[in-house]
């Protein structure tokens, strides 16, 4: 083979060629259409076999996954519902014994309270009683006390007086006639 000195300044085309952009010789078109669909038919049943499936089958499995997740978020909420629910049953409960034990010591603490102010009041009046009975026995003896100084008195004023002695029992009927009046 021999190489082929370049010319150059010369606007020869080269050899075996017209001297334009292949793609736009027009003399070509119908090849180009016919290949172009060919390889755009090969193409799409690529797409078609291949890909379509898998991109359905990514969109369906994720379709799934959200379908699952919205089924489990339901599920979530309904149970934290539940959860919540049982949370306000049971602190409504524990509210209602706190107020029934809180009753139940009231109950309790009046009835003590009641319990030691008649203990009380029936100690006071017992001791006022006992105060009483002291009282009258200590009154009824002074004026025992009294009597016998009164008839002693009234025989030591006879016998000063007068000079004779009165006899005790005499002295006690003057002292009973004088007390009457």
Do not use: C
């Amino acid at each position: 083979m021999q190489a082929m000195p370049l010319k150059t300044g010369t606007s020869q085309p080269p050899p075996g060629g017209n001297g334009g952009f292949p793609p736009f010789d027009t003399t070509t078109f119908p090849s180009q259409i016919f290949w172009l669909a060919i390889t755009f038919t090969i193409l799409l049943i690529f797409l078609w076999r291949f890909v379509v499936p898998r991109i359905g089958g990514t969109i369906n499995e994720r379709k799934q996954k959200i379908a699952q997740e919205l089924a489990q978020a339901e599920e979530d909420r309904r149970e934290a519902d539940q959860a919540y629910t049982t949370y306000q049953n049971t602190l409504l409960e524990a509210r209602q014994r706190a107020r029934a034990l809180i009753e139940e010591n009231r109950s309790q603490v009046r009835a003590n309270v009641e319990r030691a102010e008649k203990a009380a009041d029936t100690e006071a009046d017992q001791a006022l009683a006992d105060a009483e009975a002291r009282l009258a026995k200590l009154r009824t003896e002074a004026r025992e006390h009294i009597r016998r100084a009164a008839q002693d008195a009234a025989a030591g004023i006879v016998e000063r007086l007068i000079g004779e002695t009165v006899s005790p029992e005499e002295a006690a009927q003057a002292v009973a006639g004088v007390e009457t009046r």
